[in-house]
């Protein structure tokens, strides 16, 4: 499998050396990058309801630390937008970024397949902005690893990997924007070629004539998040204890009024008996991060298949496409397979191991690519039910 990484680096290397760790630049990484969008396309995306987008404007005539002036240095403004909009937006320094466009374009989505050296379930989505003139979005941070592909054009990248304090960022503004920083590394970033930057470094991409970047994000849940939603999902299991809090040893203590380091003592052993087991812990993992992040799913086919008529399609050379609605993610265990499809949980044999592989690892399936795996029983009634409830779906299944 090839990578987009520099010659010569494996991606053994690039996981030891620089995920999570330090930036990285990768000239021609895509080489004859073309992109599946154009600006109009884009322009286009931004007046539709339903797809997240947003314009950052950078407002030159203010000086950044003005807090009080009548127009802030930064303005960002969110979708959808008025067509009319960008008739009357400046000539330059403004970006207009629109979210998860993998989920409209499925040659980005299949983009994504380059990005097999990372789990996929640490996908968050492709993010594409685009740029005329001096814009960006300013010097910031991000929570999350991500690739930046030049996708049109060129970009200059700062980048700086200093500590930052809520002071360095501009006040009264709905950004985190950074008013000043020293850049440590510049690149200027020509179509094809990515930055790679793990979380926590400042950079800050400035276009040189009209530009536009693909952003590859990884999701990095905060872990009061996972926390919370871990235990809200062990209520909803019913997993939790509904035993009322017993003191039968009470000693009678000198101030009624004190709650005692006995009563604490009960109350962290209540909570030290929350249940943490390896099946609660795959089986909500695995739902959580196949659920779709903004709450859209897909819809089961109005006539559902049956086996025989689905295979006879398959078989017919029709190709079978994974809907990039649903996150698919497995996890191997020694009696059975976790398949997890857009946060519903599957539990299937062993010998359906392969054919849950490939699944979840590939976006396109071929019926030649599946001829052996589809003699093992099971697979191919898995393959029917995920295209009937809308996972899957044919070639030209919307003509
Ligand atoms: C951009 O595409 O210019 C902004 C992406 C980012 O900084 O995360
Ligand atoms: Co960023």
New binding site residues.
């Given amino acids: 499998m090839e990578y987009p990484l520099p010659d010569g680096m494996s991606a053994e290397q690039f996981l030891a050396d620089y995920w999570q760790k330090k930036p990285l630049l990768i000239k021609g990484a895509f080489p004859a990058f073309t992109t599946p969008l154009s600006p109009d396309e884009i322009a286009g995306m931004a007046c539709e309801e339903g797809i997240e987008s947003r314009l950052v404007i950078e407002n030159r005539s203010t000086s950044p630390v003005a807090e009080n002036s009548e127009q802030l240095p930064w303005q960002l403004r969110h979708g959808p937008f008025d067509e009319t909009l960008f008739s009357e937006l400046p000539q330059s320094h403004w ?1 207009l ?1 629109i979210q998860e466009v993998q989920k409209y374009v499925p040659a980005l989505a299949q983009l994504l397949e380059s990005f097999r050296f990372i789990p996929s379930w640490r996908i968050d989505d492709i ?1 594409v ?1 685009y ?1 005329p003139d001096g814009g ?2 300013g010097p ?1 941070v ?1 929570q999350y690893d ?1 690739f ?1 592909l030049q996708g049109l054009g060129r ?1 200059r990248w700062q980048i700086s990997s200093a500590e930052v304090y809520d002071d360095d960022l501009i006040g009264g503004i709905d950004l985190q924007i950074l008013s000043r920083f020293e850049a440590e590394q510049c690149w200027e970033l020509e179509e094809g070629d990515m930055l790679y930057l793990p979380p926590g470094i400042i ?1 800050h ?1 400035v276009a040189l004539g009209d530009s536009l ?1 693909y ?1 590859v ?1 990884f999701r990095a849940p905060a872990e009061c998040d996972m926390i919370t939603s871990f235990v809200d999902y062990l209520a909803e299991e019913q997993r939790l204890s509904v035993s009322h809090y017993r003191d039968p040893e009470l000693m009678l203590q000198p101030h009624a009024g004190e709650i005692t380091p006995a009563a604490l003592q009960r109350v962290r052993e209540i909570i030290q008996r929350m249940p943490l087991n390896d099946d609660d812990i795959a089986h909500w993992f695995g739902r959580v991060v196949t659920e779709s992040k903004s709450g859209d799913h897909v819809e089961p086919q109005l006539k559902p298949l049956t086996v025989e008529a689905f295979m006879a399609r398959f078989r017919q050379g029709e190709t079978l496409w994974r809907c990039e609605l649903s996150r698919f993610a497995c996890i191997n265990q020694p009696s059975s397979v976790l398949l997890f499809v857009a946060g519903e949980m599957f539990t299937l044999e062993q010998i359906m191991k392969d054919a849950i592989y490939r699944l979840c690892d590939q976006r396109i399936h071929s019926a030649e690519e599946w001829r052996e795996l589809l003699e093992v029983d099971g697979n191919a009634a898995l393959l029917c039910h995920l295209y009937n409830e809308g996972h899957l779906y044919f070639d030209d299944d919307s003509d």
């Fill in positions: 970006t970024l993010m902005s740029s960006s979005v910031h991000d991500v930046l970009k950079h991409g970047t952003s994000g």
